[in-house]
């Protein structure tokens, strides 16, 4: 399930299986699991602003669905800002894709 919009960011639809339901809508360009010790995994959307900026956007498990549990951090590229955690980011979708390392 996915709604698009024109700059890229679009309403993604999260899945539950066993059963099947939808636990919630988080919206984004880019989606980042985040490793959980317990339970459900957080989600970290990026949220496309212009070319070198955006918002970064948490959402957590509360009443049994996804909702949004921090305030929009902005990031821009050149205030290099991101979270320490960025940097170790892999992406899943292309499987030769190789991050370049930061200097």
Same mark, same amino acid.
């Given at each position: 399930?996915s709604?698009?919009g024109?700059?890229?960011?679009?309403?993604?639809?999260?899945?539950?299986?066993?059963?099947? &339901?939808?636990? #919630? %809508?988080?919206? @984004?360009?880019?989606?980042?699991?985040?490793?959980?010790?317990?339970? *459900?995994?957080?989600?970290?959307?990026?949220i496309?602003?212009?070319?070198?900026?955006?918002?970064? &956007?948490?959402? #957590? %498990?509360?009443? @049994?669905?996804?909702?949004?549990?921090?305030?929009?951090?902005f990031? *821009?590229?050149?205030l290099?800002?991101?979270?320490?955690?960025?940097?170790?980011?892999?992406?899943?979708?292309?499987?030769?894709y190789?991050?370049?390392?930061?200097?």
């Amino acid at each position: 399930m996915s709604r698009a919009g024109a700059t890229g960011n679009c309403s993604w639809g999260i899945f539950t299986t066993k059963p099947n &339901r939808l636990v #919630g %809508i988080v919206d @984004g360009e880019d989606i980042y699991v985040l490793k959980s010790k317990a339970g *459900r995994s957080e989600i970290e959307t990026y949220i496309h602003n212009s070319a070198s900026d955006g918002y970064l &956007r948490r959402y #957590g %498990i509360r009443e @049994g669905r996804y909702r949004q549990i921090s305030r929009d951090h902005f990031v *821009r590229a050149y205030l290099k800002n991101l979270p320490t955690w960025f940097d170790k980011v892999h992406l899943t979708c292309d499987p030769e894709y190789r991050p370049a390392k930061r200097k």
